[in-house]
């Protein structure tokens, strides 16, 4: 769902960023604009890496405490009879 999300919003700024490249070549934006959804670009980038590696991290917790959990020797205590 989360990198759908990214896909999406990648996407739409790549869309305005060709946009504003060709308004800017016929003078009608700034570079201020151009260069802003170019940051806009790299900090979505930046965050879904980070998110992705957050999931990951999440993931191999998760999967460590599952394993602890179920593979725990009987306890000494209980006595068979």
Do not use: C
Request: proline share 4%; glycine share 2%.
């Amino acid at each position: 769902m989360f990198n759908s999300l990214v896909r999406i919003e990648l996407e739409s700024l790549r869309f305005r960023q060709a946009r504003l490249k060709d308004l800017f070549q016929r003078g009608a934006a700034t570079a201020a604009e151009l260069r802003q959804v170019e940051k806009d670009i790299e900090k979505i980038k930046t965050d879904a890496a980070k998110e992705t590696s957050a999931a990951i991290v999440r993931e191999a917790n998760h999967t460590a405490v599952q394993y602890h959990f179920y593979s725990d020797p009987p306890s000494p205590w209980i006595v068979k009879k």
